[in-house]
């Protein structure tokens, strides 16, 4: 086996919950923006891309070094052992970025970084002429920040948040991995009962009951490196069949979804049948405010409407009020709202336990958090 490093990477200001889903599988880590670092093995590599519920990709750091010119990018890049990673018939793609460096040509980057793997590659299996690149795929990116090149091969493929089983979803969905981060922070566990009162597609009450059955969120879907010459499918298979024996498919669950829109209940239902959670997630078409209950030390977390278009605005706030008039009459249940309103606690009538700032996709919002009293 073969020590690597890699990276987690994921959205700004999720970091520390994917570091701590890292340390969960007995790994070491260092952060930076939006990247939790780590040592580890091909083990390692499918252990990540199953288990991680929050982070988008896993890569693996194949060098990193100080460039100014384009010579230097193209003879250190040349200088890798690009042959430990990519067969002769290996389809690599090369994606780029560069921030606040000399060599801010993204297309030249990546065209020069291509042109020095393919003269090493034919150096290394002794070809002349072309490569056909009619194998597995291997997806590069360099990175040039502050001049300063990273070069990474991507793991995962399709972003970790496409786990396959939403197959409808609304107008705005949450990212898989940050509705698992939103039940991750509220600290849930499946003694406690769980409800999203603005449930749309149902992704936030699905991850809900992933994390309480402890179900692999990668566990049924494929990677790029599995694909992999040098990655052994034993691994794969070892790494899945752990988490088939981790998982606990008869933990009982109390989780509802709640939408106005009977559409978005009739996507919800559908998606949550896909992943395995047709019998054991309630979904009811009502409005937020119509929520009723008599059990105790719930969680209630939701995405509720931004109003980001004109005229939208006023319904949204009247939204919120409803909602922190309705939950005064539930002080055991914590109740964790991710919102772009600015004045969300003057409407919901409350000063939050606390406030988080996360990035929907792009647009800036806070997570609200007000903890209930234990009962």
Same mark, same amino acid.
């Given at each position: 086996?073969?020590?690597?490093?890699?990276?987690?990477?994921?959205?700004?200001?999720?970091?520390?919950? !994917? %570091? +701590?889903? &890292? /340390?969960?599988?007995?790994?070491?880590?260092?952060?930076?923006?939006?990247?939790?670092? $780590? *040592?580890?093995?091909?083990?390692?590599?499918?252990?990540?891309?199953?288990?991680?519920? !929050? %982070? +988008?990709? &896993? /890569?693996?750091?194949?060098?990193?070094?100080?460039?100014?010119?384009?010579?230097?990018? $193209? *003879?250190?890049?040349?200088?890798?052992?690009?042959?430990?990673?990519?067969?002769?018939?290996? %389809?690599?793609? &090369?994606?780029?970025?560069?921030?606040?460096?000399?060599?801010?040509?993204?297309?030249?980057?990546?065209?020069?970084?291509?042109?020095?793997?393919?003269?090493?590659?034919?150096?290394?299996?002794?070809?002349?002429?072309?490569?056909?690149?009619?194998?597995?795929?291997?997806?590069?990116?360099?990175?040039?920040?502050?001049?300063?090149?990273?070069?990474?091969?991507?793991?995962?493929?399709?972003?970790?948040?496409?786990?396959?089983?939403?197959?409808?979803?609304?107008?705005?969905?949450?990212?898989?991995?940050?509705?698992?981060?939103?039940?991750?922070?509220?600290?849930?566990?499946?003694?406690?009962?769980?409800?999203?009162?603005?449930?749309?597609?149902?992704?936030?009450?699905?991850?809900?009951?992933?994390?309480?059955?402890?179900?692999?969120?990668?566990?049924?879907?494929?990677?790029?490196?599995?694909?992999?010459?040098?990655?052994?499918?034993?691994?794969?298979?070892?790494?899945?069949?752990?988490?088939?024996?981790?998982?606990?498919?008869?933990?009982?669950?109390?989780?509802?979804?709640?939408?106005?829109?009977?559409?978005?209940?009739?996507?919800?239902?559908?998606?949550?049948?896909?992943?395995?959670?047709?019998?054991?997630?309630?979904?009811?078409?009502?409005?937020?405010?119509?929520?009723?209950?008599?059990?105790?030390?719930?969680?209630?977390?939701?995405?509720?409407?931004?109003?980001?278009?004109?005229?939208?605005?006023?319904?949204?706030?009247?939204?919120?009020?409803?909602?922190?008039?309705?939950?005064?009459?539930?002080?055991?249940?914590?109740?964790?709202?991710?919102?772009?309103?600015?004045?969300?606690?003057?409407?919901?009538?409350?000063?939050?336990?606390?406030?988080?700032?996360?990035?929907?996709?792009?647009?800036?919002?806070?997570?609200?958090?007000?903890?209930?009293?234990?009962?």
């Amino acid at each position: 086996m073969t020590t690597f490093k890699l990276v987690a990477t994921s959205a700004m200001g999720l970091e520390g919950i !994917v %570091a +701590d889903e &890292v /340390k969960a599988l007995g790994y070491e880590t260092t952060t930076e923006n939006g990247k939790v670092y $780590f *040592e580890g093995d091909e083990r390692a590599i499918a252990r990540a891309n199953i288990w991680l519920r !929050v %982070a +988008d990709r &896993v /890569k693996i750091v194949v060098a990193q070094f100080p460039v100014k010119t384009f010579d230097q990018l $193209f *003879e250190k890049t040349k200088a890798i052992q690009w042959e430990m990673f990519l067969p002769v018939d290996a %389809a690599f793609p &090369v994606q780029g970025k560069s921030v606040k460096s000399t060599l801010f040509s993204v297309p030249d980057c990546q065209a020069i970084v291509k042109k020095a793997i393919v003269e090493r590659l034919k150096l290394a299996y002794k070809r002349i002429g072309f490569l056909d690149e009619s194998g597995a795929t291997y997806k590069l990116e360099i990175s040039i920040l502050k001049d300063i090149a990273t070069i990474t091969l991507d793991t995962s493929g399709a972003g970790l948040h496409k786990r396959g089983y939403r197959q409808e979803q609304g107008e705005a969905p949450l990212k898989e991995t940050l509705a698992a981060a939103l039940v991750k922070v509220s600290k849930w566990n499946p003694d406690r009962p769980f409800v999203d009162p603005f449930c749309g597609s149902g992704t936030i009450a699905i991850e809900a009951a992933m994390i309480g059955q402890n179900i692999a969120p990668g566990y049924n879907r494929d990677f790029h490196s599995e694909a992999w010459s040098w990655m052994p499918k034993a691994v794969w298979d070892d790494v899945r069949n752990e988490a088939e024996e981790l998982a606990n498919y008869d933990q009982e669950l109390q989780i509802i979804g709640s939408d106005i829109d009977p559409k978005m209940i009739q996507v919800a239902e559908q998606n949550a049948f896909e992943a395995g959670f047709g019998d054991l997630i309630t979904f009811k078409q009502m409005q937020a405010s119509d929520f009723t209950t008599t059990l105790t030390d719930g969680v209630m977390i939701g995405n509720p409407p931004y109003g980001e278009r004109i005229g939208e605005i006023e319904e949204v706030e009247q939204v919120i009020i409803d909602l922190g008039n309705l939950m005064r009459n539930y002080p055991t249940w914590s109740v964790y709202m991710l919102s772009s309103m600015e004045n969300f606690e003057e409407l919901y009538g409350k000063r939050t336990t606390k406030k988080r700032k996360l990035f929907n996709g792009f647009i800036r919002t806070d997570l609200y958090q007000f903890w209930g009293k234990r009962s």
